[in-house]
């Protein structure tokens, strides 16, 4: 069995604290030289500024190839490909294109006004440019919004369809919940890569929030695991190794990628490259 290459979703910083979070951050994960890294939005759009910032300068100090997540939230659709114009001319080839949360208290999606209806319009008006690898959203399990699981797979096809090159998915706890999802988008002549999205837990009770909000599965031995865990403070040592026998489990059922939510917090993600024998490669090229 080969290496995989891996990648990290990181979030944007808000203030001078977390600014130097995230380069620690990339301190500890660049050298793993990951095929890309990502830079996300926060709900309603409310980063939009902050990670034109921080991709760009990503991108700029580092050499590393950053992946600019991109919604349809709260903007018109020129204003929407204005800034994917700015994050071409910064370097960046890579978008993750996205609906998009709605503002909170907002309630459902609604667009802008003249703004892009969908994250499958977005993906065929960047595809039109010319300009990026397109890399799209994929919920394994059944999306909160969505009517059936076989919708969410329709939806997938129609943005591979529409120049998306590949999927990320949403995170999950077992490794069968990817193998079903992967063979279904097969049957459905999905043929992109789909890749998983493995999310350490750092924080158990943010987890359990953030699975209820997107629909994960949680099943009840993990749940009773890491309540266990937080009354000897072994939570590290679980949330590693739980990842890293789902990442194992994922790599002997043939996945050749694997895509870590970092949240910033590099400590575990860099602990589960570690148990899966993947070895620093490189120095980061600069973070002055």
């Not at 910064?90 to 709605?102: N, S, W």
Request: proline residues 6%; aromatic residues 8%.
């Amino acid at each position: 069995m080969t290496q995989p290459t891996v990648s990290f979703e990181f979030f944007p910083p808000r203030n001078l604290e977390a600014s130097f979070r995230l380069w620690d951050t990339l301190q500890v994960l660049a050298p793993f030289a990951p095929d890309f890294v990502s830079v996300t939005y926060g709900a309603g759009g409310t980063t939009r500024q902050l990670t034109h910032e921080a991709v760009a300068t990503i991108r700029k100090r580092t050499g590393l190839d950053v992946a600019a997540h991109l919604t349809c939230v709260d903007a018109t659709r020129a204003e929407t490909l204005a800034i994917a114009a700015d994050y071409a001319a910064a370097g960046v080839t890579q978008i993750v294109a996205l609906r998009g949360d709605p503002p909170k208290g907002a309630g459902a999606f609604s667009p802008a006004p003249d703004g892009f209806a969908s994250s499958t319009d977005l993906v065929a008006a960047l595809a039109e440019t010319g300009k990026f690898q397109i890399r799209v959203g994929a919920y394994p399990e059944k999306h909160p919004e969505a009517a059936s699981a076989r919708a969410d797979i329709d939806h997938l096809k129609r943005k591979i369809d529409a120049g998306a090159t590949s999927a990320i998915t949403q995170f999950f706890f077992e490794a069968e919940t990817f193998f079903r999802f992967r063979d279904a988008c097969a049957d459905a002549g999905i043929t992109a890569p789909i890749l998983p999205g493995i999310l350490p837990v750092e924080n158990w009770a943010g987890a359990r929030r953030f699975a209820a909000a997107c629909g994960t599965t949680v099943p009840p031995l993990v749940a009773s695991a890491f309540d266990r865990a937080a009354t000897t403070g072994t939570e590290d040592l679980l949330a590693t190794a739980l990842a890293t026998e789902l990442c194992d489990d994922l790599l002997q059922g043939g996945v050749e990628h694997l895509h870590f939510y970092t949240l910033n917090r590099p400590e575990l993600t860099r602990d589960v490259c570690h148990a899966l024998g993947l070895t620093p490669k490189v120095e980061l090229k600069n973070v002055a």
